[in-house]
C-alpha cells in the first residue's frame, strides 16, 4: 500500500460542537499522521473556488455559504492508503446513510453540515492541499 497524503478539513458545525480532538483521535488511532494543520475562516469566494468542482449544482450556493460560516480546521493526513482510508473513517456524505462509528455517523448533523471534507483522489488530494499550505508546510513522517 502507497505512503499518500490526503487533505482533510474539519467543517465549521464539527469546529462548532468542539468535537475537533475527537475526530483527531480516530485519524491517529487508524494510522494517519497529521503532517500539516491550521484553523482557517474561508470566505464564500474562497470557498466557491475549493468548491469548484460543484459549480452549477442545487446545492452549491448553500455549500459556499456554510463552509465559510465559522472557522475550519485544515489538515494534511500522511499514511499507507490515506486517501481510501480517511473516506472510510468519514463515512457517506449524508450521515444518515453513513456506517455506524464513522465520523459522519456521529458527528455529522445533515448531507450539508457533514462534520468532515477529505479528498477523494491523488489528483483531488495534490490540488487541494497545494490550495491551503507550501511544502514546507508540511512535515512528512516517513522523510529520510
Ligand atoms: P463528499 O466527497 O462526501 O464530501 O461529497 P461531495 O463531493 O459529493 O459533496 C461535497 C460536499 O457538498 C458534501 O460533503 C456536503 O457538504 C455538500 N453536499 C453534497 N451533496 C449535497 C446535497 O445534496 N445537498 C446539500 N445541501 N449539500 C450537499
Redesign the pocket.
Known amino acids: 500500500m502507497p505512503v499518500q497524503r490526503t487533505l482533510s478539513i474539519i467543517k465549521p458545525d464539527a469546529v462548532a460542537k468542539n468535537v475537533i480532538g475527537d475526530i483527531i483521535r480516530r485519524f491517529e488511532e487508524n494510522g494517519l499522521a497529521v503532517v500539516a494543520a491550521k484553523m482557517t475562516r474561508l470566505t464564500p469566494e474562497e470557498a466557491g473556488r475549493f ?1 469548484a468542482v ?1 459549480r452549477g449544482k442545487p ?1 452549491y450556493e ?2 459556499c455559504r456554510y463552509m465559510s460560516s465559522g472557522p475550519i480546521l485544515v489538515m494534511v493526513l500522511e499514511g499507507k492508503n490515506a486517501i481510501a482510508l480517511n473516506r472510510k473513517l468519514m463515512g457517506a ?1 449524508d450521515p444518515k446513510k453513513a456506517e455506524p462509528g464513522t465520523i459522519r455517523a456521529d458527528h455529522g448533523e445533515s ?2 453540515a ?1 462534520a468532515v ?1 477529505g479528498s ?1 483522489s491523488e489528483e483531488n488530494a495534490a490540488k487541494e492541499i497545494a490550495f491551503f499550505f507550501g511544502e514546507v508546510e508540511i512535515h512528512s513522517r516517513n522523510a529520510a
Open positions: 468548491y460543484h446545492f448553500d455549500l456524505t448531507i450539508e457533514n471534507h477523494d
